[in-house]
């Protein structure tokens, strides 16, 4: 068999990337006749391909979020299940981001690449843990590329949203966070804490709770956010927990609630200037990404002589990746959005 | 350092003034001297510690780093002190924090070329958190949202006393405050200022319209210029003489004809003003006096200051702000007799009735050179502040 080199058989094109052999996109920003799906963050899964192909999980964040036909076929597979398309042997790994996600290794004529999508290192009891797998290329995110970011333990910092609940016990925190993965990783930090009040949620993250609930995440007792009368105040929600969306915080939304304290936890809140530009009160650095130390950790793990970067500070890594021995380069990709992480 | 650090990160994030009095609140409370004591002078502006350059942080952080990677992040980051701190490499995450009185008093102890380096063991030792609020401290300027107003307001919470009771004794403190926390934490009396010269908060005028003055009876009130120079207060205790501005900054320095004049013991309130031969000069006369820490002997013969007194607080040890304005008033008039004190006098009271009409007096002061009229009710106290009702300017 001729070896042949990853880059012959793999391309960026506008609507994603694409491998040549098995005629499919991963995570394509428009709808495909092929897609493998690494997660279902918006920006990575799109409705209207013909066929999807991504974890079973996957596929169910895809159906909540996007419909029942979504997709006329979509097909789910286990992790470490083999699925050979065309000539491309494709298996599904868990990347420890999302319920559901998954880095996504493809074997090509004695050639293996992985494309890892979103991943992190820290321990999440919502989804499984990222495995590295060895190979020729990985494909690595790098939204946290820069050295400035080091996420803390992810306790830690729900311990900070402990405190100010102690010391501001009247007042309502409202703790913004991605509907999916975010809101969720944060709900079973504060019942691992010993949070066993209700937690209250808005109605853009009901759904993906039930989902995570039904694959055994245990989120204890969740609750609607009282509807109350035009700009009056609720004041049961004196005291408790409010999760939702940012886009909601940013929003009308938002003065129903009582003297809320502001809660955003990103991992961008480990920037001073941009928590306070985003009017937070308390940041949480809490980030389903990679920070810094853990991407290069990766890079050993994979034993992977190349690295391709893509979506976030590339040249940061890229520098650093070549200073360790790696060849490492820029993949470029379009449409991936920076709010959603 | 950890509280402290901590306590600026949150100050840093919060906008609501209340939720701010009630994290100062809570620090002071649960901080032990001297650490308290400093953070307040830290951020009230009165922690006088040498500046550390930017150049000396990029020294300090470019032997720690790529340098091509610290420029993209600064880039990113937009703040050198921040950049540092997120950059500067983790030692140990189990090391004891230093205290911020320990900081404080090694900064103080040390040469300057020592500095560098000690900043460095002390960046080793804390987290991301503490290292931004430790470069915070020493670039000048903490920058959190915290007037000097707000830090006392906060102290009145966690004393549980009125905050007028803080600004009493405020001139009279000094680093580290322990005396004011030992007060606060009600283990003391209030602090004693038997001996020093301390500004007294004053009384300040509303602004009068037009309607209202219809209303001022000539008998209830009198009425006094405006001058146009600025609001003083001369505070003499002992062996302490000592000139407030309004604000309650010492200006002393910078007048020091009007302190040697001051041979009293006793608070008196009045305009500062440049006199020349009979004449008041202009405000632009004045200002070349302001923020001098020296004088020269020319620049007090070419503009020489003088200060028209309005009014008396305090009599020897006697306070005498709790009688009404007419009593006050005598017992000025009876003050400066006494005391024959050269480089002021006292402001003349206007007749009223030869003013028939209020309103055109209070528009055609300015063109005497005056900056208005000031309405005081015979029978008011002297109350800090602007109270309602009290004078009308």
Redesign the interface.
Known sequence: MIRRKPEEWIRVTKQGLFVDPGNFFIDPNTATDIAVITHGHADHARSGHKKVISTHETLAIMKVRFGENHSPLPYGIAYGEKLKIIDVVIWLVPAGHVLGSAQIVLEYKGSRVVVSGDYKRQKDTTCLSFAPVNCDVFITEATFG???F?HPEAQEEITKLLRSID??SDRCHVVGAYALGKAQRIIALLRQKGYERPIYIHGALKNLCDLYAQNGVDLGELLPVPISKKNQKNPNLEGQIVLAPPSAIADRWIRRLPDP?VVMASGWM????R??QR?????LVISDHADWNELFQTFHEVGAPEIWVTHG?E??VI??AN?QGFKARALSLIGYDEDNV | MKPFSDLLDSLLYTSSRNAKVVLLADYFKNIPDPDRGIALAALTGNLNLPNVTPTTIRRLISSKVDPILFSWSYDFVGDLAETTALMWPSVSRDLEWPRLGDIYSKIILSRKTELPKLISSWLDEMDETGRWALLKLMGGGLRVGVSARLAKTSLAEFGNIDVTEIEEVWHALELPFDDLFAWLDGKTQRPSMDDRAVFRPLMLANPIADKELSGIKPDDYALEWKWDGIRVQISCNGAERKLFSRTGDDISLSFPEIIEAADFKGVLDGELLIVKGKEIATFNDLQQRLNRKKVSNKLISDFPAHVRLYDILFDGDEDLRQYNFAHRRLRLEQFFQEKTLSNMDISELVDFKIYKDLSNLHYSCRNLGLEGIMLKPWGGPYIAGRPKPGWFK
Do not use: S, Y
């Open positions: 820069l050295p400035v080091k010391l501001f304290v480990r920037i001073k200037q928590a306070r009017n937070v009160d308390l940041p500070r040249e940061a520098h650093q200073l």
